[in-house]
């Protein structure tokens, strides 16, 4: 899947004033590859992913996937893209704290209608894949926060999407679970070919990333490339 | 949910029995013209209070109208006992000529092979309703006392009428000699001759006998149906109020529910749940919260009904829990089973339309 952004601005009305979180955002992210987008918190790096990801409509500007501009997309062509060809991972993991891991991971497979067994296996083997095998019937709460982050990770890859974009998926770890994480992410990029498009302010990201990035006050430069 | 359930199974279920109780009455004097001492105060067919009738001279007296094919005299007499918290008859006695039993008491067979019915003659064989029979454990050859005169029980009658269940039934001599009331009756059923109408019977009865009243079935049925026919509508407004009061709860409850969960619902948005998948999640629940409440209050509403009927009737619990389907009939059940479910997923609507309008975009940038 390829992304593309063409002039992209947000903006939003807080109180009588308004506040620009995008302004005129270009970019574009290549198939396959491992993008890091690096800013100070407040700088519109989730404004951007929520775009990108089909969560929220630009005030301006256009969202290209694969040269299809995606405004002109329905509710729910976005919903099925979403559901099929993108992944999410939320700093905050999200998990339905009501099921256990592998429901967790299912759940997506359980919404594009898989059978019952292959949700069953492909749950299993996303677990076992981030390192969680043992972990198959715990809820949420029974984890620690790396191992959360890693089911979010296996639940982001349940449809094998396209693309899996990650907001601060290391901002609420530790500096070694942190790097457990950037690995997985990198051996997804690498082994699994996805391409991954990730938020942070975590400089062990930017080091493993293919383009990186930098935005400030809603603007958005290249920072480097390989 | 459950106490608003077990709300309307008991309070329900209580006015369905004794409006049920009421109405069978009409079954007794089927097609016959009721005469009663004109001070009597009657529900369909029972005078409940008021004064005798001179059996052989009111007899005489409508022996002389035109139109009558049968006279039966009858003694009704409620035996009321307040003990406790008991304030409704514990037991009735009725005295009837024999062979006119069948005529008043419509086909009425015996329990076993072993009873008998009474005769004329007999001077301390009775029947007994089966309720009472089960609650005293008697059985035909038990003897009873009843103002204190030594009765038989030579049968034990076999029917579903709540009023006969309670009922000591015995040759009309007997009953008049039991209760201290010799030579006299309250009831007398006048059965009209074929094609003569009930109506101009009770003119020709009122017009020669000054001291009675003559009621037609209809107007028998006119004075009892607008009071059932209000407490029957006081009770589905009652239940009416409890479910909308319910559905409100419901809501409301499942409005913080989902607002507490609006994170879960974001997230379902985030990864491409289809809006009817959201819509039912809620829906889904708060059926479940209607399907549990349901049963719980049916169960314990049920138990709470048979507590009220053994209260008022002085039953033990006990002998009621064989014959609950009665009290509590499974029609009605699943009539509130059906109401409840469906107004926990009407209450479910609004929380779940919220839910589906979480979008992860606007949670998130709430939450930071």
Sequence with gaps: ?226 | MALAATLVIAVGATTMRYTTVVKEMSVLFHGQVMVTSKDAIVVQAIPIFGGMLPQNFTIKELEGIAGIEKVTPVLFVTNTTFSGLASMPVNFSMGIPVEDWPAVLGPTPLKGSSGHFPTNESNNEVVVGASMADQYNWMVGSRIVLNERELTIVGVLDTKMALLNRCIIMPLKLAQAVHNNVGNVNIVAVKPVQGYSQGNLTFAIKGKINYVKALTEEERNDVVQPIIAQIESWNVGMQTIILCMSLILVMMVTVMSVSERRRDFATLDAIGAPLHYVFSVVILETSLIGVFGALIGIGFGSLVALLIASIYTNIPLALFFPSVFEIVPPLYMVQMFVAIVFVCCIGGIVPALNATRMHVAEVLRAEY
Excluded: C, W
């Design chain 1, 1 to 226: 899947m390829m992304i593309k952004t063409l002039d992209l601005t947000k903006t939003y009305q807080v109180g009588s004033s308004e506040v620009t979180a995008l302004d005129k955002v270009s970019f574009e992210v290549r198939e396959e590859s491992f993008t890091a987008i690096v800013g100070p918190s407040g700088a519109g790096k989730s404004t951007l992913l929520n775009l990108v990801g089909l969560n929220d409509h630009p005030t301006s500007g256009k969202i290209l996937i694969d040269n299809a501009d995606a405004s002109q997309f329905s509710a729910g062509e976005r919903r099925k893209i979403r559901l099929s060809r993108m992944g999410f991972v939320f700093q905050t993991f999200n998990l339905i704290p009501t099921l256990s891991a592998v429901e967790n991971v299912e759940l997506p497979m359980a919404l594009a209608k898989k059978s019952r067994k292959e949700q069953r296996e492909a749950a299993a083997r996303l677990l076992e894949t981030v390192g969680l095998s043992h972990r198959l019937k715990h809820r949420p709460k029974e984890l620690s926060i790396g191992e959360m982050q890693r089911v979010s990770i296996a639940r982001a890859l349940a449809n094998d999407p396209e693309i899996v974009i990650a907001d601060e998926p290391t901002g609420e770890l530790d500096a070694k679970t942190a790097k457990e994480i950037i690995t997985l992410l990198f051996e997804v990029n690498r082994k699994e070919k996805k391409t991954i498009v990730v938020a942070t302010h975590d400089e062990k990201v930017v080091e493993v990333a293919d383009t990186v990035y930098a935005i400030q006050d809603g603007k958005l430069r290249l920072e480097g490339q390989r």
